[in-house]
């Protein structure tokens, strides 16, 4: 069974940078079969997608985020990584890290992490 | 202000069946985007309800149902039961954004 999980600080100063990674368990990055997602939900709020990493190392994130977000992947240690610069109040949120399907039939979630809070506060 | 559109509660009583509506547009689901469903229970990280508009991932009981017709799609409940009671989401892909994107969420109440 696959399972995800992110871990990193749950607390980061305003202007810093947010740093979490997705440790990946029952899969392997490296195969290929999939592109691994970072997620978010500011609390009582939806979700928003963040960006996406393929085992190459290829990316694609959000437009509105794209100058603040960095995504990597170490496919020695089944990781994934996600850093976003200058951080604000307004990326606070719940960060999920999730495996991204491909297919010809369009791209869903499965499964997802259990999801770390990341709130921006000095 | 999500892109897809979804009521944000429904309720019904144990036994009943509901419906959540997905509304997006041309350039998601009226361009032929599939669209997939997640359930949210509390404190809990989503999981996939529904793929592909109509598909169950293994586990996920029969009386979970999705469609998907013109820029809208639904989600289908029926023979309601506490332990549904949950934030239920949408998604798509959306062309002129060039992102996944998710409907803003229904909250279900199992009265």
């Known amino acids: 069974q696959v399972q995800l999980q992110e871990s990193g600080p749950g607390l980061v100063k305003p202007s810093q940078t947010l740093s979490l990674t997705c440790t990946v368990s029952g899969d392997s990055i490296s195969s290929g079969s999939n592109y691994w997602s970072w997620i978010r939900q500011p609390a009582g709020k939806g979700l928003e997608w963040i960006g996406r990493?393929?085992?190459?190392?290829?990316?694609n994130y959000i437009p509105s985020l794209r100058s603040r977000v960095t995504m990597s992947v170490d496919t020695s240690k089944n990781q994934f990584s996600l850093k976003l610069s200058s951080v604000t109040a307004a990326d606070t949120a719940v960060y999920y890290c999730?495996?991204?399907?491909?297919?010809?039939?369009?791209?869903?979630?499965?499964?997802w992490g259990q999801g770390t809070l990341v709130t921006v506060s000095s | 202000q999500s892109v897809l559109t979804q009521p944000p509660s429904v309720s019904g009583a144990p036994g009943q069946r509901v419906t959540i509506s997905c509304t997006g547009s041309s350039s998601n689901i009226g361009a032929g985007y599939n669209v997939h469903w997640y359930q949210q229970l509390p404190g809990t990280g989503p999981k996939l309800l529904i793929y592909?508009?109509?598909n169950r991932p293994s586990g996920v009981p029969d009386r979970f149902s999705g469609s998907k017709s013109g820029t809208s799609a639904s989600l289908a409940i029926t023979g309601l039961q506490a332990d549904d009671e949950a934030d239920y989401y949408c998604?798509?892909?959306?062309?002129?954004?060039?992102?996944?994107?998710f409907g803003g969420g229904t909250k279900l109440t199992v009265l």
């Open positions: 990493i393929y085992s190459s190392g290829s990316t």
């Open positions: 998604q798509s892909y959306d062309s002129s954004l060039s992102v996944w994107v």
């Open positions: 592909t508009n109509i």
């Open positions: 999730a495996r991204d399907a491909l297919t010809s039939s369009g791209n869903w979630f499965d499964p």
